[in-house]
């Protein structure tokens, strides 16, 4: 009979041990899977941070203060996430900026534990990180409007704006303007041999240094006039006029089209594209009519570090549908009279002030391009970096936190 006692009570032991250990694993499991949802929650908010942020330097180049869209966006998008049932709420110590084109989100939070604590582990920390940049781009698809304007050139040094009309249209050879005997130059930023060049770092038009419209150099705010020219054709290609293009059919009806909606066909530098013909006048004016209706409180502001951007009270900085991306042509080739062809040589983005007629007044700007082609990052980049490297437009993506951790 003791021995009986003896075989039960051990097996009472063995299997009480065995619903132990059983519930044990069974919590650790439960505690482990919570834990890795509440990671993957966590990314998902660094993501959306990094990226947000990512996109607020485009918005204004070199402010990584508080105030700054960077900082500001990427608190915002964490904050729309939630992690173990709380909003993620970045410290500014969760937030750097490792390159003057790049931002790191690195959260480090306690997660609690359910079963876990019953051994004394209340909480585990858990950390996860993300960093994104502003890229350059060469073309994209989507968002493009019908207008073609001569790239910027220069005489000698002096950059040719479209504010220059008087000086006329690109001229190679000795001639004199502003008082200074010179011929006329054009480099396009996307020179291959400017490939892996910051061009933000570029304050004039001197030799050897792209002439086309590049930020900050050009995002000054001045107030440019493009002017349609008579019979819908701008003629010689002289600053400040600017040819109607053809973008997926022809016609005025679709020329107005593509200036409320805009074209969402690939455009990348290089291309071939063909011109419009007809008087314009009209379908320019109702286009952009509505495009300004879009966003009529929309306004070209001063950051904090005097840089330009747009502000709207319906759309983040630089966001504004009233910001429409552009093709610019090879001032050295002009197309000509008639429905005719000129090649893609820069892509900008014009924000829309007003319209008069067949005028349209506003200034250039940076912006991030929806649906963009992405081109190389440049391996140096200074603070004063705009939009990707100095292009008037870019995109913005994640890359390797590990690479900025320490």
Avoid at 117 to 138: E, F, Q, Y
Avoid at 168 to 188: C, K, M, Q, V
Wanted: hydrophobic share 40%; glycine share 12%.
């Amino acid at each position: 009979m003791t021995r009986v006692k003896r075989e039960k009570g051990s097996i009472f032991v063995l299997v009480t041990a065995g619903i132990i250990a059983f519930l044990g694993a069974v919590a650790l499991s439960v505690d482990v899977g919570y834990l890795m949802v509440v990671r993957n929650q966590l990314q998902n908010a660094a993501d959306a941070a990094a990226l947000a942020g990512a996109q607020g330097l485009m918005a204004q180049p070199g402010n990584y203060t508080e105030d700054g869209a960077a900082v500001r966006w990427a608190k915002q998008y964490a904050a729309a996430n939630r992690a173990d049932g709380q909003p993620v709420i970045l410290a500014t110590n969760e937030i750097s900026f490792p390159k003057p084109d790049v931002i790191l989100i690195d959260i480090r939070r306690p997660v609690r534990t359910f079963f876990s604590m019953i051994v004394g582990l209340r909480s585990v920390p858990v950390r996860v990180a993300a960093a994104a940049t502003a890229a350059p781009v060469v073309g994209g698809s989507g968002g493009w409007r019908p207008f073609s304007a001569p790239d910027q050139f220069a005489h000698g040094s002096q950059c040719v704006t479209p504010l220059d009309g008087d000086h006329g249209p690109f001229n190679p050879n000795l001639h004199t303007w502003n008082g200074i005997e010179a011929a006329d130059y054009y480099r396009s930023p996307y020179d291959p041999n400017l490939a892996d060049t910051d061009a933000s770092t570029f304050t004039d038009c001197s030799g050897g240094a792209p002439t086309g419209f590049i930020a900050p150099r050009d995002v000054d705010g001045r107030l440019v006039e493009l002017k349609l020219g008579a019979g819908g054709n701008a003629g010689d290609g002289s600053p400040g006029n600017f040819y109607p293009v053809a973008l997926g059919g022809t016609g005025a009806s679709n020329y107005e089209y593509n200036i409320r909606h805009g074209w969402d066909g690939t455009i990348r530098v290089g291309d071939i594209l063909t011109t419009e013909t007809g008087n314009m006048t009209g379908p320019t004016k109702q286009g952009v009519d509505y495009l300004m209706s879009l966003d009529p409180g929309a306004r070209l502001v001063t950051g904090p570090n005097g840089r330009k951007y747009v502000w709207s009270d319906r759309y983040p900085p630089n966001e504004s549908p009233r910001i429409v991306p552009i093709a610019l042509f090879d001032p050295t080739a002009p197309p000509g009279n008639g429905r005719t062809t000129f090649r893609v040589a820069n892509i900008g983005s014009f924000f829309i002030a007003s319209v008069s007629g067949s005028r349209v007044y506003g200034v250039f700007i940076n912006r991030r391009l929806p649906k963009a082609i992405r081109a190389d990052r440049t391996t140096s980049t200074s603070s004063s970096t705009a939009g990707a490297a100095g292009r008037m437009l870019g995109t913005v993506e994640l890359v390797n936190p590990a690479e900025f951790l320490q």
